[in-house]
């Protein structure tokens, strides 16, 4: 009883604190409109409106925040994505509790130009979609509260408005040659924040330790936030260790509060330390005392030594760590950047169960919900600025890139995860301006380095391809595409070490390909007899295109997830015996949109991810989790492939991905052997069979065992043994029914009824009735037009309670049709 009553206090005085906590700062998700052009003046987003007068329009779409302009239209097959104004607008009550305190809008991030106004007021403006900002409000929202209408028309509210602009700009970064959306929109939290007179801006808290782990020291700044100038303030601070254990307090006078401050310089013997496997933060606790008021807050810090072994590896305190990497883009299906927390958290967490330590973070500074997640799952981080292809512009273009710079550093300065920042990507690809300098690029990319080591020098810098500034940089990656967009995938060791030798700390970012989900292969190998081998992997300009040029897997291949996972199997293979290898980073995690790849399976999708824009995982999520992980586990190839295909009496090939000792595998109730797991015994670490399938109905089953565990996986399937010959028609069939969300399949069949199963034909999806189709998706499932996969393609389609039909038309077809 005792237990219950204290578990019952203790979630009160959580929901006091966190009622305290929601007083200064809440997230202003809720009652927005949203207007996907632009106005003619800010009086249109605030003047009164009669019901059917001409100043009820244009009309204005009821949304929540973090909201993308570019939600859907990002993957629609049929139209450029837009970019151009948009408008936010809503009604605020703002009541501040603090005597005179300030109240404050702070924004996570919104793209790319954003105006703020109050009523008719503009009141802040920020260039830059990926960096925090914030904007005072104060004294325009008092002024407006005295006005006759802030009661008779706004009923004692504020009206807010505010003007995104994604709109093509050579003197902005990134660049729209950029393989990724250029988002407009609010698409981080927006938080409406009340603060005293005097408040804290920012907190350096600089954590280090020798890498021995014997001796921590602590340096402490401040920046205060000071609009009226309060001269006198006394800081209390405190050290917490992950237990809840205060380690040390400090309590300093002050007397002069402008600038950044130095607060606190203390020593401690061997530091709990921040590893990847065991991500242990200490808190640093704060209150700030003047005569106004007071103001708390905390920082999250953690203890690491990091060092990247010149010509050599990467250490973590002092021992060597292989960076097991990915990337990254604010990205998802049906709401573009606007991620939630829960999706963010879901995505991160996704990767770490992967086995992931490690990160960058592609092409911009991301959510702060994402490095706050970083530091508690143990992910390191290499963050960038998003200066990224184009070239190099005027001084408008570079006090943007030097402005973004200082503010990522600054903002994240505290997070333990960060290892490098990034200064740049691709900025060896020009396009953007009739000059491409490379002397000037060099002269600009020394300066960002510098500024870099002088805002933090406990940091490397890095880039990735551009080599002729390799040498600028603490950390280089060039870009090796290994059996994708050069040579074979075999050519991968060979082609790092010639590339290591040339850089002082080498870092593979970037490397993989693409894979359209779904779509299985019996023989993906078969395009790489045509390619040249033993010669530089590197990208060049021209490879990504699907036209022209030399033979190449990314072009000539056929985007199976059989070929990609034998490519992801005979990188991790290679990479467990290179010993002076820091790391790499597979492009990227998840498929995410671009505009410059409308040709692509998906269109407007980058294909490349271990899982769907919507986190569906393909098959070679599952060979990462075997070579990085711990936690026994087990995965048959094949789960997403209903028909395989091949001669009666034929043996093919099974793979079984496992990061167990040893598995059996079952045909139909049948064993065919035991074998053990050996990471160089090409594909699968040795856990393949030869079987004998019958045709028709088969089911494979694998029992894996690792110490006294025991996993265990299966898969069914069909084995068509009838040839076939080009695709002459389709057949269209409802498969599946979820509540009021019907699944239909088209699969493609020659002129003998045998399906095609290597078909790739473009199919178009389209509904006309109650129904709507789920799509703009950007995923094999969720796109209305897409390349079939095994000759099939299968899209959602919300039924409204109602009646539909549905269509699939396909270049030489004829169009079929189904009643929902």
């Given at each position: 009883?005792?237990?219950n009553n204290?578990y019952?206090i203790?979630?009160?005085?959580?929901?006091?604190?966190?009622?305290?906590?929601?007083?200064?700062?809440?997230?202003?998700?809720n009652?927005?409109?949203f207007?996907?052009?632009?106005?003619?003046?800010?009086w249109?987003?605030?003047?009164?409106?009669?019901?059917?007068?001409p100043?009820?329009?244009?009309l204005?779409q009821?949304?929540?925040?973090p909201?993308?302009v570019?939600a859907e239209?990002a993957v629609d097959?049929?139209?450029?994505y837009?970019q151009?104004?948009?408008w936010?607008?809503?009604?605020?009550?703002?009541?501040?509790?603090?005597?005179?305190g300030?109240t404050?809008l702070?924004?996570?991030g919104?793209?790319?130009?954003?105006e703020?106004?109050?009523?008719?007021?503009?009141?802040?403006?920020?260039?830059?979609?990926?960096?925090?900002?914030?904007v005072?409000i104060?004294?325009?929202?008092?002024a407006?509260?005295?006005t006759?209408v802030?009661n008779?028309?706004?009923?004692?509210?504020v009206?807010?408005s505010?003007r995104?602009?994604?709109?093509?700009d050579?003197?902005?970064i990134?660049?729209?040659?950029?393989?990724?959306n250029v988002?407009?929109g609010i698409?981080r939290?927006?938080?409406?924040?009340?603060?005293p007179?005097l408040?804290?801006?920012k907190?350096?808290?600089?954590?280090?330790?020798?890498?021995l782990?014997r001796?921590g020291?602590?340096?402490?700044?401040?920046?205060f936030y000071n609009?009226?100038?309060?001269?006198?303030?006394?800081?209390?601070?405190?050290?917490i260790d992950p237990?809840?254990?205060?380690v040390?307090?400090s309590?300093?006078?002050?007397?002069?509060?402008s600038?950044?401050?130095?607060?606190?310089?203390?020593?401690?013997?061997?530091?709990?330390?921040w590893?990847?496997?065991?991500?242990v933060?200490?808190?640093?606790k704060?209150?700030?005392?003047f005569?106004d008021g007071?103001?708390k807050?905390?920082e999250k810090?953690?203890?690491?030594?990091?060092?990247?072994?010149?010509?050599?590896?990467?250490?973590l305190?002092g021992?060597?760590l292989?960076l097991r990497?990915t990337?990254r883009?604010e990205?998802h299906a049906?709401?573009?950047?606007?991620?939630?927390?829960?999706l963010?958290?879901?995505?991160m967490?996704?990767m770490?169960?992967?086995g992931?330590n490690f990160?960058r973070?592609?092409h911009?500074?991301?959510s702060?919900i994402?490095?706050?997640?970083?530091?508690?799952?143990g992910?390191l981080?290499?963050?960038?600025i998003?200066?990224?292809?184009?070239?190099?512009?005027?001084d408008?273009?570079?006090n943007?890139?030097?402005?973004?710079?200082?503010?990522?550093?600054?903002?994240h300065y505290?997070?333990?995860?960060?290892?490098?920042w990034?200064?740049g990507n691709?900025?060896d690809?020009?396009g953007d301006?009739?000059?491409?300098?490379k002397?000037?690029?060099r002269t600009?990319?020394?300066?960002l380095n510098n500024i870099?080591?002088?805002?933090?020098a406990?940091?490397?810098?890095?880039?990735?391809?551009c080599?002729?500034?390799?040498?600028?940089?603490?950390v280089?990656s060039?870009?090796?595409w290994?059996?994708w967009?050069?040579g074979?995938?075999?050519d991968?060791k060979?082609v790092?070490?010639?590339?290591?030798?040339?850089v002082?700390?080498?870092?593979?970012v970037?490397w993989?390909?693409?894979s359209?989900a779904l779509?299985?292969?019996?023989?993906p190998?078969k395009?790489l007899?045509k390619?040249?081998?033993g010669?530089?992997a590197d990208?060049?300009?021209?490879?990504a295109s699907l036209?022209?040029?030399?033979a190449r897997?990314s072009k000539?291949?056929?985007?199976?997830?059989?070929?990609?996972?034998?490519l992801?199997d005979?990188h991790l293979?290679?990479?467990?015996?290179?010993p002076?290898l820091?790391g790499?980073?597979?492009?990227?995690?998840k498929?995410?949109?671009?505009?410059?790849?409308?040709d692509n399976?998906?269109?407007y999708?980058?294909?490349?991810?271990?899982?769907?824009?919507?986190?569906?995982?393909?098959?070679?999520?599952?060979?990462?989790?075997s070579?990085?992980t711990?936690q026994?586990?087990?995965h048959?190839?094949?789960?997403s492939?209903?028909?395989?295909?091949?001669d009666?009496?034929?043996e093919?090939?099974v793979k079984v991905?496992?990061?167990c000792t040893?598995a059996?595998?079952?045909?139909?109730?049948?064993?065919?052997?035991?074998?053990?797991r050996?990471s160089?015994d090409?594909?699968?670490?040795?856990l393949r069979w030869?079987?004998p399938?019958?045709?028709?109905?088969?089911?494979?089953?694998?029992?894996?065992?690792?110490?006294?565990?025991?996993?265990?996986?299966?898969?069914?399937f069909?084995?068509?043994?009838?040839?076939?010959?080009?695709?002459?028609k389709m057949e269209?069939?409802?498969?599946?029914?979820?509540?009021?969300?019907?699944t239909?399949e088209?699969?493609l069949?020659?002129?003998n009824?045998?399906?095609?199963?290597?078909?790739?034909n473009?199919?178009?999806f389209g509904?006309?009735?109650?129904?709507?189709?789920?799509?703009?998706?950007g995923?094999?499932?969720?796109s209305?037009k897409?390349?079939?996969y095994?000759?099939?393609?299968i899209?959602?389609?919300?039924?409204?309670k109602?009646k539909?039909?549905v269509?699939?038309?396909?270049?030489?077809l004829?169009s079929v049709?189904?009643e929902?």
């Open positions: 009883m005792f237990k204290k019952i203790l979630i009160i005085l959580l929901f006091i604190s966190f009622l305290a906590n929601a007083q200064r700062s809440v997230r202003l998700n009652n927005w409109e207007l996907k052009h632009d106005l003619g003046g800010i249109e987003a605030v003047r009164p409106v009669g019901v059917g007068n100043e009820a329009v244009p204005w009821q949304v929540n925040l909201h993308c570019n239209e097959p049929d139209v450029n837009y151009g104004p948009a936010y607008r809503t009604q605020l009550a703002v009541s501040n509790p603090y005597q005179k300030r404050i702070h924004f996570e919104a793209g790319q130009k954003t703020v106004y109050v009523y008719t007021t503009k009141v802040g403006t920020h260039l830059g979609g990926y960096d925090e900002w914030t005072d104060t004294d325009a929202v008092e407006f509260k005295k006759d802030f008779k028309q706004f009923k004692g509210k009206p807010v505010i995104t602009d994604n709109s093509r050579l003197e902005m990134p660049s729209d040659l950029s393989d990724f988002y407009g698409y939290y927006l938080n409406l924040v009340y603060v007179v408040s804290v801006d907190v350096f808290a600089k954590a280090s330790v020798d890498s782990g001796q020291e602590l340096n402490v700044r401040t920046r609009p009226l100038s309060i001269r006198d303030a006394t800081v209390q601070l405190k050290l237990t809840g254990k205060i040390s307090k309590e300093k006078k002050l007397s002069a509060l600038g950044d401050l130095d607060l606190w310089k203390f020593s401690l013997k061997k530091p709990l330390l590893t990847t496997d065991h991500p933060q200490y808190t640093l704060y209150e700030v005392n005569a007071n103001f807050g905390e810090i953690g203890f690491r030594n990091i060092n990247f072994v010149e010509k050599g590896p990467f250490k305190n021992k060597r292989l990497g990337h883009h990205d049906g709401v573009a950047a606007a991620m939630t927390e829960d963010i958290r879901k995505e967490i996704m770490k169960n992967m992931v990160i973070l592609g911009y500074q991301q702060r994402v490095l706050n997640l970083c530091d508690s799952l992910i981080v290499w963050e960038e998003p200066w990224c292809r184009g070239g190099l512009g005027g408008v273009y570079k943007q890139a030097r402005a973004m710079l200082k503010n990522m550093i600054e903002q505290n997070h333990p995860s960060i290892i490098i990034g200064l691709e900025n690809w020009p301006f009739p000059e491409f300098d002397e000037k690029i600009f990319m020394k300066e870099s080591h002088k805002l933090d406990s940091r490397y810098t890095a880039i990735r391809r080599d002729f500034c390799s040498d600028i940089v603490d280089y060039p870009s090796i290994a059996g967009y050069r074979a995938y075999t991968y060979q790092s070490e010639d590339e290591f030798k040339k002082k700390r080498f870092l593979h970037e993989g390909g693409d359209h779509r299985h292969s019996e023989n190998d395009a007899s390619i040249k081998t010669g530089s990208e060049r300009a021209g490879d036209y022209g040029g030399a897997i000539d291949g056929d985007w199976s997830e059989s070929y990609i996972t034998n992801i005979w293979k290679e990479q467990e015996i290179m002076w820091s790499t980073a597979y492009w990227p995690f498929d995410f949109s671009t505009p410059v790849r409308p399976p998906v269109p999708m980058n294909q490349k991810g271990v899982v769907e824009r919507d986190f569906t995982k393909k098959e070679a999520y599952y060979v990462f989790q070579y990085w711990e026994p586990m087990v048959i190839y094949g789960h492939w209903p028909v395989r295909w091949g009666e009496g034929e093919k090939m991905y496992s990061n040893e059996e595998i079952f045909l139909n109730g049948k064993s065919f052997g035991l074998k053990k050996n160089q090409y594909p699968s670490a040795g030869n079987l399938f019958v045709k028709g109905e088969n089911t494979i089953k694998v029992i894996a065992r690792k110490g006294k565990t025991l996993v265990t996986d299966e898969v069914k069909v084995y068509q043994t009838e040839k076939w010959t080009k695709p002459s269209l069939k409802k498969i599946a029914q979820q509540g009021d969300v019907a239909v088209v699969k069949f020659d002129n009824g045998v399906q095609c199963l290597d078909a790739i473009w199919i178009n509904l006309t009735g109650d129904g709507k189709l789920i799509d703009n998706l995923t094999s499932s969720g209305r897409v390349q079939a095994n000759g099939r393609a899209i959602n389609i919300n039924l409204n109602g539909s039909v269509s699939v038309k396909s270049d030489g004829p049709f189904t929902l």
